[in-house]
């Protein structure tokens, strides 16, 4: 199997945690056998998550996860496609998959699902027939066909196993490509630029009628705020910048400074939405 090291700005797109040695199991049997190695945490692109720069978990990646197929009204696609390739395929073909999550940076199908990654009143569980997924129960390949558990960034999935292959309902659509345009400009007119190195919202919003994240830390004067190299973007309160070699200790003290300060003035106990494989 191999296994490769990795510096934080390869693994993860806020480029938070220093250099680390990375899995990449090729089938399910090397999975399995990871699995069963001791603890680990699943890395899809690194698009949501932060890592330390001490961390006793191995990190498994399922980028070799790679089958692709598709047919007039599905597309099935391994853990490790990423939403770039499939949006690339989306053009090429004419058909309406992920259009709305177009911009979210190094995303993969399997951290798509196990988030139920949403944006623009779309979610992925609108999308699923089938997910298949190595079991923690069974040690075996299962198949998920019922969604009604999915909800707002959450699926059963992370805590039921591993995601290792997923099949769509694609429709036609002979005008994605511009939806994609659209959608990535939508993106860009409210949300940091994509240079930046960030892991999308930091916390989830609270549930209805409560106002968004991003409006409370906005409120609660924290816009801008840094602690040393990581600080809420002057665009957008809820995304957390690394400008530039932030630490973990850093990224944690902000989170912790922004949790304490809009409970304080809000009564409101932010949620983190982004992943961290450790207690913060
Ligand atoms: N809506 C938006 O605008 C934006 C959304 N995002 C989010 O970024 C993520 C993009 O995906 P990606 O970069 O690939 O994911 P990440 O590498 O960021 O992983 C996110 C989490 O998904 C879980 N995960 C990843 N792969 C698998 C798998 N094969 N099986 C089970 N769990 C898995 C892990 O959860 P665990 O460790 O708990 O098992 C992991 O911590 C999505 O979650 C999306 O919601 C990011 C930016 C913007
Ligand atoms: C970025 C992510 O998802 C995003 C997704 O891209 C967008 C688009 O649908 O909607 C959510 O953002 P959001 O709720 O912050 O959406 P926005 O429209 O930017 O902001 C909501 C409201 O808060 C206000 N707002 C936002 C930021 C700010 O600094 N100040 C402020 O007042 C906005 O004016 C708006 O009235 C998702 N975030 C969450 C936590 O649900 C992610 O999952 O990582």
């Given at each position: 199997?191999?296994?490769?090291?990795?510096?934080?700005?390869?693994?993860?797109?806020?480029?938070?945690?220093?250099?680390?040695?990375?899995?990449?199991?090729?089938?399910?049997?090397?999975?399995?056998?990871?699995?069963?190695?001791?603890?680990?945490?699943?890395?899809?692109?690194?698009?949501?998550?932060?890592?330390?720069?001490?961390?006793?978990?191995?990190?498994?990646?399922?980028?070799?996860?790679?089958?692709?197929?598709?047919?007039?009204?599905?597309?099935?696609?391994?853990?490790?496609?990423?939403?770039?390739?499939?949006?690339?395929?989306?053009?090429?073909?004419?058909?309406?998959?992920?259009?709305?999550?177009?911009?979210?940076?190094?995303?993969?199908?399997?951290?798509?699902?196990?988030?139920?990654?949403?944006?623009?009143?779309?979610?992925?569980?609108?999308?699923?027939?089938?997910?298949?997924?190595?079991?923690?129960?069974?040690?075996?390949?299962e198949v998920l066909k019922d969604f009604d558990s999915f909800g707002y960034r959450k699926s059963p999935l992370p805590s039921l196993g591993i995601i290792v292959e997923a099949t769509f309902k694609i429709k036609k659509d002979a005008r994605v490509k511009e939806k994609i345009a659209h959608f990535v400009r939508k993106r860009l007119e409210t949300q940091p630029p994509f240079y930046l190195k960030t892991a999308g919202s930091t916390f989830k919003n609270p549930p209805h009628p409560l106002p968004p994240a991003g409006k409370l830390l906005d409120q609660a004067g924290l816009k801008g705020f840094r602690v040393g190299r990581v600080g809420f973007s002057e665009k957008h309160a809820n995304f957390a910048v690394n400008y530039g070699g932030a630490t973990f200790e850093e990224f944690k003290e902000l989170i912790l400074t922004a949790r304490k300060r809009v409970k304080e003035k809000f009564g409101v106990e932010l949620e983190l939405e982004v992943k961290v494989p450790c207690k913060i």
């Open positions: 199997m191999k296994v490769e090291k990795r510096s934080a700005e390869e693994i993860t797109t806020i480029g938070i945690g220093g250099i680390h040695d990375i899995f990449y199991p090729e089938n399910v049997k090397e999975l399995k056998n990871l699995v069963e190695g001791g603890d680990f945490f699943v890395l899809g692109g690194g698009s949501n998550v932060v890592i330390p720069e001490v961390l006793e978990k191995r990190l498994i990646s399922l980028k070799l996860f790679r089958n692709f197929a598709f047919s007039e009204e599905t597309l099935t696609a391994g853990a490790g496609v990423t939403l770039k390739e499939i949006l690339k395929e989306q053009i090429r073909g004419g058909f309406s998959l992920f259009e709305h999550l177009a911009g979210i940076r190094r995303a993969t199908v399997g951290g798509l699902i196990a988030q139920n990654a949403g944006a623009y009143g779309f979610e992925v569980k609108e999308r699923l027939i089938e997910v298949k997924f190595l079991s923690f129960e069974s040690g075996e390949v």
